[in-house]
């Protein structure tokens, strides 16, 4: 049971850690294309 939970909850932080990164991304993305019309 323990290791089923640890095992969901990892799986869990590493989608969490994926989706963050895409989001940083996308903003670092857009902060270049503000600054360049500025």
Do not use: F
């Amino acid at each position: 049971m323990e290791s089923g939970k640890s095992g969901r909850v990892i799986a869990i932080e590493k989608t969490l850690a994926r989706t963050s990164l895409q989001t940083i991304k996308e903003v670092k993305k857009y902060a270049s294309k503000n600054s360049a019309y500025r």
